[in-house]
Nanobody, 118 residues
């Protein structure tokens, strides 16, 4: 099993920034990739960004240039730096991990609310 603990969400004004953190524990050595997803009210959950053990990143096209995913392997933690935030970014943000051998298992965090509003 892999457990995920998220932090960093909150209320921010348009144009502001937030940094989300996701710390993994459990079978951390079997993790293949971690990522961030989000779900706004009335919408389906969508990809934000992912990063593999090899450092390969993937972003939603609409978020490139504003959001950056990174990792700290020593802390078993991934981050999502969000800049130039817009009201449309308001959503519950979820951390996930793909793990196992083969890496077919998924674990999800509890979600953290990000609200962008004046």
């Amino acid at each position: 099993q892999v457990q995920l603990v998220e932090s960093g969400g909150g209320l921010v004004q348009p144009g502001g920034s937030l940094r989300l953190s996701c710390a993994a524990s459990g079978s951390i050595f079997s993790i293949y990739a971690m990522g961030w997803y989000r779900q706004a009210p009335g919408k389906q959950r969508e990809l934000v960004a992912t990063i593999t053990n090899g450092g390969t990143t993937n972003y939603a096209d609409s978020l490139k240039g504003r959001f950056t995913i990174s990792r700290d392997n020593a802390k078993n933690t991934v981050y999502l730096q969000m800049n130039s935030l817009k009201p449309e970014d308001t959503a519950v943000y979820y951390c996930n991990a793909r793990y196992g051998s083969p890496p077919t298992f998924l674990s999800w965090g509890q979600g953290t609310q990000v609200t962008v509003s004046s």
